[in-house]
């Protein structure tokens, strides 16, 4: 079985990248766009992933199904910057098979 799955992320400059992203290390969308290198180093993951920044937060363009809000990642999202309906923390999306074909536009920094 495939441990890989394919996304898509467009960055803060409007660059895409399809990327592989693995499912069998436990990682989170904010993550592999940290080891893929597609924001600046110190500019995404503040806070390391806890949901208590929102440097990480995205807009998810592809009809996936997540994972629901936690109550830490609203109300982060509440005092955010730039937020939009499909916006969601990075650092709460976790890789998964399901994941796979995810499109995601990385918000702009704040």
């Known amino acids: ?17 399809t990327i592989e992203a693995p499912t069998d290390m436990a990682l989170n969308l904010m993550e592999v766009v940290r080891m893929y290198e597609l924001a600046p180093e110190g500019t995404i993951g503040i806070c390391g ?39 969601r923390l990075g650092c709460q999306i976790q890789m998964t ?4 074909g995810l499109n995601v536009e990385l918000a702009p920094e704040e």
């Open 1 to 17: 079985m495939p441990t890989d799955i394919s996304i898509t992320v467009t960055d803060r400059n409007g660059k895409t990248h």
């Open 49 to 87: 992933g806890m949901a208590m920044c929102a440097s990480c937060q995205c807009y998810v363009l592809s009809n996936h199904q997540l994972t629901k809000k936690t109550q830490d990642e609203d109300a982060m999202l509440s005092e955010a910057l730039n937020v939009k309906p499909n916006s």
């Open 97 to 100: 098979q399901e994941m796979d």
